[in-house]
């Protein structure tokens, strides 16, 4: 069965740092690229990071670029996911989404998605 669970979210202050993590396991997505997208309340779900199979390449958001980081840890029958997100802003608000594909920035590149988690700055 494919799992992707995530976990870490919350409310914190502007300006502070979370760690999302999410477990993916049930299928061998240690050759999958994996991404993480938000969906802020009224918005359509937005591409946040992503990062191929081996770790080698990595691709943010420009929104993002310079505060998160995407890594990843392939062990055996899963997949360990993280997002280190510092300096959070107001904006960073949403529901946090791990998933599993063939990569890229677009939705349509992944096939496998979590239930999400919430993160909530306040100002």
């Known amino acids: 069965q494919v799992q992707l669970v995530e976990s870490g979210g919350g409310l914190v202050q502007a300006g502070g740092s979370l760690r999302l993590s999410c477990k993916a396991s049930?299928?061998?997505?240690?050759?999958?690229?994996m991404g993480w997208f938000r969906q802020a309340p009224g918005k359509e779900r937005e591409f946040v990071a992503t990062?191929?199979?081996?770790?080698?390449?990595?691709?943010?958001a420009d929104s993002v670029k310079g505060r998160f980081t995407i890594s990843r840890v392939n062990a055996q029958n899963m997949v360990l996911l993280y997002l280190q997100i510092n300096t959070l802003k107001p904006e960073d608000t949403g529901v946090y989404y791990c998933?599993?594909?063939?990569?890229?920035?677009?939705?349509?590149?992944?096939?496998?998605w979590g239930q999400g988690t919430q993160v909530t700055v306040s100002s």
């Open positions: 049930g299928r061998t997505f240690s050759s999958s690229a």
């Open positions: 998933a599993g594909g063939s990569g890229g920035r677009s939705r349509s590149g992944y096939n496998y």
């Open positions: 990062i191929t199979w081996n770790g080698v390449s990595r691709d943010y």
